[in-house]
């Protein structure tokens, strides 16, 4: 059974969270990327979109993957920022923490968003000729929405990961490359928002995507490093003494 034993700097070592914390990097990574293999899409013709909603399961399904993965990222970034042992380190990742925290959220919100096109969709389906067409305009302003939201949710993601690349730097325990790829990560996101709010270029979807799968990779090695940190043994100084009396080489009693 596993102890939660403090440290020499007086914090606790929790072998079972940090691989709950592992298991939830992994797992919530996998249900991402499930997700966006079987999203279906919604095409920008409001009427077209209306109808494969209508007439399609896979966008729900593709929504509460979505859901799971954001809550199951979220445990797994707000274990990581438990192990981190520099004063510095530790504010840069307890801010980096809240800002993914905005980003789950908001994620969950716009997903919560989406996930109410297909009700609207099927009274579109079985509505009089005379409300379809308002039925379509209530799709398309819930879907403009929903976008608008994810837009908040992609924005905290990238200031996550500037500010998680300087909590990682200031740790100094982390391999080199990871600071860099997860500000990669949060270059590409705003490019992305820039690009595709600010000057609608089409590119922008592909810097979005590199940078959602940058910090996927960030996640699952931060997952990595937990499991490999509550597989490790403890040092002898922070191990429990047993209370028994032992006895030294003579048979006295120490």
């Known amino acids: ?6 440290d ?23 249900a991402a990327l499930v ?11 409001p009427r077209e979109a209306i109808r494969q909603a209508a007439g399609g399961r896979l ?17 797994a970034v707000a274990v990581v920022t438990g192990t981190f042992s520099q004063e510095r380190a530790k504010g840069w990742a307890r801010a980096g923490l809240t800002l993914f925290a905005v980003s ?9 968003t989406v996930g109410a096109l297909p009700d609207v969709a099927k009274a579109w389906a079985d509505g009089p000729p005379g409300l379809k067409p308002g039925y379509v305009a209530a799709f398309d302003a819930l879907n403009n929405v929903s976008g608008g939201i994810f837009a908040v949710s992609w924005a905290a993601l990238a200031i996550f990961g500037l500010l ?3 909590a990682m730097r200031a740790e100094g325990t982390f391999a080199r490359w990871l600071p860099w790829v997860s500000m990669a990560s949060a270059v590409s996101a705003l490019t992305a928002l820039a690009g595709g709010t600010g000057f609608q270029v089409d590119i922008a979807f592909a810097f979005l995507v590199l940078g959602l799968l940058l910090s996927y990779l960030v996640i699952v090695t ?14 002898a100084a922070s191990r429990p003494r047993s209370a028994l009396p032992v006895s030294d080489t003579t048979g006295n009693r120490a």
Not at 17 to 24: C, D, E, F, Q
Not at 59 to 75: H, K, P
Request: hydrophobic share 50%; net charge positive.
């Open 1 to 6: 059974m596993d102890k939660e034993v403090p």
């Open 104 to 112: 789950a959220g908001a994620g969950a919100i716009a997903t919560m």
């Open 35 to 45: 997700q966006t293999a079987i999203d279906p899409g919604i095409p920008d013709d």
């Open 222 to 235: 931060l997952g990595l490093r937990l499991w490999r940190s509550s597989r490790a043994r403890r040092p």
């Open 59 to 75: 966008l729900a399904t593709s929504r509460l993957l979505d859901m799971a993965a954001f809550l199951l990222l979220l445990t």
């Open 164 to 166: 998680y690349a300087a």
């Open 8 to 30: 020499s700097e007086g914090s606790v070592r929790n072998r079972a969270l940090r691989r709950v914390g592992s298991a939830a990097a992994i797992a919530g990574v996998i």
